[in-house]
Nanobody, 121 residues
Framework: VQLQACGGGLVQAGGSLRLSCSAS????????LAWFRQAPGKEREFVAA????????YVADSLEGRFSISRDNAGDTVYLQMNSLKPEDTAVYYC???????????????WGQGTEVTVSS
């Protein structure tokens, strides 16, 4: 499985971005798709996840209200909507696929290449 993340870029503080993640050749219907991020010099951090079956979502408490995760009707693309961006949101954002919705990175067995988000003050 290859995951393709895109949509990153440079944005001013207060702005919005929407990241996308798609899988080659299949849908996420039986899996969990999560977003993590890693800022320079920091550990990888859980951002949000969505279950392919049922579509339930979970967003990290610290990001609740600004970030949301969703998927398209076909179930083959997952989105991370990021609003009211802050300079501390600057990071490389990765999408990952796993079997269970967990907030640690280890159980996710497929990872996208990452898309860089830079928020200027």
């Amino acid at each position: 499985v290859q995951l393709q993340a895109c949509g990153g870029g440079l944005v001013q503080a207060g702005g919005s971005l929407r990241l996308s993640c798609s899988a080659s050749g299949r849908t996420f219907s039986s899996y969990v798709l999560a977003w993590f991020r890693q800022a320079p010099g920091k550990e990888r951090e859980f951002v949000a996840a969505i279950r392919g079956s049922g579509g339930s979502t979970y967003v990290a408490d610290s990001l609740e209200g600004r970030f949301s995760i969703s998927r398209d009707n076909a179930g083959d693309t997952v989105y991370l909507q990021m609003n009211s961006l802050k300079p501390e949101d600057t990071a490389v954002y990765y999408c990952a696929e796993g079997r269970r919705l967990v907030v640690v990175s280890t159980p996710y067995h497929y990872w996208g290449q990452g898309t860089e988000v830079t928020v200027s003050s």
